[in-house]
């Protein structure tokens, strides 16, 4: 295979890299795309199968490489997993969450415990819960679809509430970046009412103009609110306060067609994660395809990047190798190295601190490329989620719908993150498949007379009253025909969730190394990630959001039925530490990962504590650049693609203006 020089190499093909292929191919530059995943189908169909056979309907579950091989259960191996050591491009998984201690089970290595763990210890290393693709398109292939801009403050943490960091320049680089957000809610093509959002805006002192420039509107009105949407909009729950911030609920602009265009208008199939099938919501296919139209720009698949090489006297990146392969578990098929002008890491936040953790270590970058200040893979960051789930008191039909369609924006900033994280509440139309994986549960449990989700049993709440649905029935009642299909409908209509988006301030302990023993089928090292939540601020949000839930379930007459989990196993051995368990003031809680993987990266004003300056460049070396959730200082609480896109178009503008000057 020829390598010609390129204007521009990018590693990674989901929406960052994306849109800067498609930004340069425009202007006539020509752009290599090395993607270390399979090609992007002619159409879904497959994906869709996969999808439909899935036992679990995991993020991840349509895509190759493929998680669902129940023949391939063993008693070792009960879900039948792969082994990421016999496979080329693997990546984490939410069902290997649960096999987080078992290396041939997990694509993450975790380092080990010690054999003792007192109390409330914060050393407690969890699974960590959020996983992502290594495919054409990357992990908008699953995505929600939520296209929330950030706040000004959430650009200014360390300055206004004296936690976290700033971010580079802080309310100067916002600034410079709402142009890019109007731009990055056209391309992805976000459904939204800026009317209403108008209205959150101004309660935290952003005037519209600052937040949207004077004239910009949503290309198309906000997706219809869901009866579920409604049954929280009542005055009960508007009228709520918490630590000073009123409650009320805005429409959620969002990736996905409200009227026919380009793509389909959205058909409310409420399975958005892991896949739309009608392609009413926007993935990075879509600007990959614009991208390759351009005749300026070339994919290769099934591409590992392997090694960044770095010259010993300029420091100027000088070719990125890889290798490559024909099928996931077959043999490496060749080698090669590419070249470019520039060079751009698109590859994710666990994937490209890999690669350059992983490259040319010799006298000059001993740590890897890029890693002068050490700060690469490390402040490791999601928004960890608190889930809390109820009966509604009349029927609002879940299970419709795109996943959410409406939120609680009114909580994602005021003077209380001085003392704890701020949240944004997601209300979901799922149901509580999410939950409590209904409606698979529930019908187990009056088929089989079960009582794992509280509805057919001896289940109490935290004030005495039964949480039994039908006090006629007895405890663990075993129902067929009309009795058991009327209590299901009973049930399944009237279930409502809510999600707490908690910001998760850097930690520099928690992070993405090398594994000194782990690796994948190419012989390339996998990740060893150490990932804890044990900052007050953090877990002060779990306990808000705890309060926060049962009032407003309270206040709309619902019944909370989010079951209270049991208390982490802190002795023993290491693999009886529960992942994703936690316990605080007198509380157990357990987080979800929201997908939004941010921090490894990031951008800084200093080179001592950064890896990125705040034109997304390396500080160690001039003609490579990084984009992605991984450059973010700090989190926020605002879903990260639309401002993972509105940068990725910043850093488009900078390698074409250093292309010129050039």
Not at 75 to 101: F, K, M, S
Not at 152 to 168: E, I, N, Q, R
Not at 444 to 464: C, I, K, R, S
Not at 523 to 533: A, D, E, N, Q, S
Request: charged letters at 15%; one cysteine or more; a negative charge.
């Amino acid at each position: 295979m020829s390598n010609p020089t390129y204007d521009l190499v990018i590693v990674g093909s989901g929406i960052a890299g994306a849109i800067v292929a498609h930004q340069l191919g425009r202007q006539g530059k020509k752009v290599l795309i090395l993607e270390a995943g399979a090609p992007v189908p002619v159409d879904r169909s497959g994906y869709m199968q996969t999808f439909f056979k899935a036992n679990a309907k995991t993020p991840e579950s349509p895509y190759p490489p493929t998680t669902q091989n129940p023949t391939a259960a063993t008693p070792d191996n009960p879900l039948g997993l792969p082994d990421p050591a016999t496979e080329n491009a693997p990546r984490y998984t939410v069902l290997q969450i649960g096999a987080w201690r078992n290396p041939k089970q997990c694509y993450f290595d975790y380092p080990p415990q010690p054999p003792y763990l007192k109390g409330d210890s914060p050393e407690v290393t969890f699974a960590f819960a959020s996983s992502y693709e290594r495919i054409g398109g990357g992990t908008t292939w699953h995505w929600l679809g939520t296209s929330l801009r950030l706040f000004p403050t959430d650009f200014t943490l360390k300055t206004t509430y004296g936690h976290g960091v700033d971010w580079p320049g802080g309310q100067t680089f916002y600034q410079a970046l709402v142009p890019y957000y109007e731009k990055a809610t056209d391309v992805i093509g976000v459904s939204g009412d800026k009317t209403q959002l108008d209205t959150l805006y101004t309660q935290f002192k952003v005037s519209p103009s600052g937040q949207y420039g004077p004239d910009y509107d949503y290309p198309m009105p906000a997706i219809v609110d869901s009866l579920v949407d409604q049954a929280f909009d009542v005055p009960a729950v508007t009228t709520l306060t918490v630590d000073g911030n009123p409650v009320y609920l805005t429409p959620t602009p969002q990736g996905r067609n409200s009227l026919p265009g380009d793509r389909r208008q959205c058909a409310g199939n409420t399975n958005c994660i892991p896949i739309c099938p009608i392609q009413a919501k926007y993935d990075a296919t879509v600007t990959l395809g614009d991208a390759l139209q351009t005749g300026n720009v070339e994919i290769r698949y099934r591409c590992v990047a392997s090694n960044i090489r770095v010259d010993d006297d300029t420091a100027e990146v000088v070719g990125i190798d890889y290798i490559s392969y024909d099928e996931h578990t077959g043999d490496a098929t060749g080698s090669g190295t590419v070249t470019a002008s520039k060079y751009l890491l698109a590859a994710h936040a666990i994937e490209t601190p890999k690669l350059l953790l992983m490259s040319n270590k010799n006298k000059n970058f001993p740590n890897g490329v890029a890693n002068s200040s050490g700060q690469v893979g490390r402040n490791l960051m999601d928004h960890v989620m608190y889930l809390a789930w109820g009966l509604a008191k009349d029927p609002v039909y879940a299970f419709r719908g795109p996943l959410s369609t409406s939120g609680i924006e009114s909580l994602r900033d005021g003077a209380f993150r001085k003392n704890r994280s701020a949240y944004r509440i997601e209300i979901g139309n799922e149901g509580w498949q999410w939950a409590a994986n209904d409606p698979f549960t529930t019908l187990a449990d009056f088929v089989f007379g079960q009582d794992t989700n509280q509805l057919n049993g001896n289940a109490v709440n935290p004030q005495g009253q039964p949480l039994r649905f039908n006090p006629n029935l007895p405890a663990n009642s075993q129902l067929f025909g009309a009795q058991l299909v009327d209590t299901l409908n009973g049930i399944y209509v009237r279930q409502i969730r809510l999600g707490y988006l908690i910001e998760q301030l850097p930690d520099p302990d928690n992070r993405v190394e090398l594994s000194p023993t782990e690796t994948d089928h190419l012989g390339l090292p996998r990740p060893r990630v150490t990932y804890r939540i044990r900052q007050d601020y953090e877990r002060d949000g779990f306990v808000s959001a705890k309060q926060v839930s049962t009032e407003i379930f309270n206040a709309m007459g619902a019944t909370e039925y989010t079951r209270t989990p049991p208390a982490p196993v802190l002795y023993g051995a290491a693999d009886q530490v529960t992942a994703t368990n936690f316990q605080y003031q007198g509380n157990n809680f357990t987080f979800y990962g929201a997908g939004h993987i941010a921090g490894t990266y990031r951008m800084g004003d200093s080179k001592s504590d950064s890896v990125l300056n705040a034109r997304q460049q390396s500080w160690d070396h001039g003609n490579l650049y990084m984009v992605g959730s991984g450059v973010f200082p700090t989190i926020a609480t605002g879903n990260p693609t639309l401002t993972i896109a509105a940068l990725a178009l910043q850093a488009a503008d900078n390698i074409l203006q250093d292309l010129a000057a050039a």
